[in-house]
């Protein structure tokens, strides 16, 4: 069955901080990978996305990285901001109109 | 550029009665898609569209109905609300799919209860 599930559900952290959010997934042909940050309240937007062939994308203060072979994928954040409290969405598109997404990760940036 | 939107923000609805939900994008994209996202849960697709007077089931389409008739346009209809219908509803566009699907660009969701 095509799965992916993250890991942690929901973190707090102290801004300024780094944290990691984890990915891992079953899914069966493997097209790409992307992480979206979604806004209370808000759609998702698309922070990185990487095929099978790349192993870390990075955007700003955001580094996504890809294992293939152990169908792991991690969000890194550095140096937090409180803008950055959302919620990180792993999403794996198996090609053609197949997509699989996680549940996501809610994070909380505390002043 | 607006980008997607969707209407209305909210909505409460009686068991039984019937809805649609607007969505437009500017963008000129072919490929378009409704989405539900349950507490706690992924987002789940419900229909999507590859082009005007194209468009095909996704993984819970049941109690739902969409018409494409122009680009810009994919409106999602429920016909009789029931309460398992509670979530929030995000309408998406795309480039193209294939391999390497472009982005998907979502609207700000409409979050509709069944009472």
């Known amino acids: 069955k095509n799965q992916v599930e993250q890991s942690p559900q929901s973190l707090i952290i102290l801004e300024g901080k780094n944290c990691t959010l984890q990915?891992?997934?079953?899914?069966?042909?493997?097209?790409?990978l992307r992480w979206y940050k979604q806004d209370t309240g808000r759609g998702p937007v698309s922070l990185t996305i990487?095929?099978?062939?790349?192993n870390t994308k990075s955007n700003g203060r955001y580094t996504a990285t890809l294992d293939a072979d152990t169908k792991q994928s991690s969000l890194h954040i550095t140096a937090s901001q409180l803008s950055d409290s959302a919620s990180y969405i792993c999403?794996?598109?198996?090609?053609?109109?197949?997509?699989?997404f996680g549940a996501g990760t809610r994070l909380f940036v505390k002043a | 550029n607006a980008g997607v939107t969707q209407t209305p923000k909210f909505r409460i609805l009686k068991i039984g009665q019937s809805m649609t939900l607007q969505c437009t994008q500017d963008?000129?994209?072919?490929?378009m898609y409704w989405y539900r996202q349950d507490p706690g849960m992924g987002l789940k697709l419900i229909y999507y569209?590859?082009?005007?007077?194209?468009?095909d089931k996704g993984e819970v389409p049941n109690g739902y109905n969409v018409s494409r008739s122009t680009t810009e346009d994919f409106p999602l209809r429920l016909e009789l609300a029931a309460p398992s219908q509670t979530s929030v509803y995000f309408c998406?566009?795309?480039?193209?799919?294939?391999?390497?699907?472009?982005?998907?660009?979502f609207g700000p969701g409409t979050r509709l209860t069944v009472l």
């Open positions: 998406a566009s795309s480039d193209k799919q294939g391999v390497s699907p472009d982005t998907q660009y």
């Open positions: 990915c891992n997934y079953t899914v069966s042909p493997f097209s790409n």
């Open positions: 990487m095929t099978f062939s790349e």
């Open positions: 999403v794996v598109h198996t090609g053609g109109f197949k997509t699989i």
């Open positions: 963008m000129n994209h072919n490929y």
């Open positions: 569209s590859v082009g005007a007077g194209i468009t």
